[in-house]
């Protein structure tokens, strides 16, 4: 469902047009930080990216490069880190403004300080969209309102991280490998 609506009911378009998808590796243009946003959205104003980029906890990063928001990133963003790339994608889902926002595997390659820095920016988002998460790392879930575990390609259990810890062996040894593997 979709604002009360079956998803099987809308056409591909409407679909499309309400949700952000941000995956592992978000595609990065060759040009600058500002024109990545632009494409995003043209008549776009340097207050309104300065506000994205803050709440994708990305502003303090670019304020301390040499060319701030005109600086060129580079081919798939070559010149910033794996998490630098996700809080710019991030950043333009929040200028996106679609409904939902799905989060592909967006931390499972990033150090725990860098998915600190992403769980914060989901959290600034938390209250604006539905967002949905896809992830192996349970760090990335822990703050959901609904966890959906998911066994054999079906959901086998849904409910808060206290929840499932509580009620749920799979779930319980799933994380306490996590904490273990830290």
Do not use: W
Request: hydrophobic share 35%; glycine share 6%.
């Amino acid at each position: 469902m979709i604002d009360g609506k079956d998803i099987k009911t809308l056409d591909e378009s409407s679909i499309r047009n309400n949700i952000t998808i941000i995956s592992q590796n978000p595609y990065i243009f060759n040009m600058s930080i500002k024109d990545n946003f632009k494409l995003v959205k043209k008549d776009i104003t340097d207050q309104e990216i300065a506000k994205a980029c803050k709440l994708a906890c990305l502003d303090e990063f670019i304020n301390n490069l040499p060319e701030g928001y005109n600086t060129i990133v580079g081919e798939g963003g070559v010149t910033l880190s794996g998490g630098q790339r996700q809080r710019l994608a991030i950043a333009r889902a929040f200028i996106q403004n679609t409904k939902i926002i799905l989060f592909d595997e967006a931390t499972s390659a990033l150090d725990n300080e860098t998915q600190g820095y992403i769980q914060q920016a989901i959290n600034n988002m938390k209250d604006k969209y539905t967002i949905l998460i896809i992830a192996h790392r349970l760090s990335t879930v822990i703050n959901s309102d609904r966890i959906m575990l998911v066994e054999d390609g079906k959901i086998s259990d849904v409910g808060t991280h206290k929840e499932l810890l509580s009620n749920n062996k799979m779930y319980k040894k799933l994380y306490e490998n996590e904490i273990l593997d830290q």
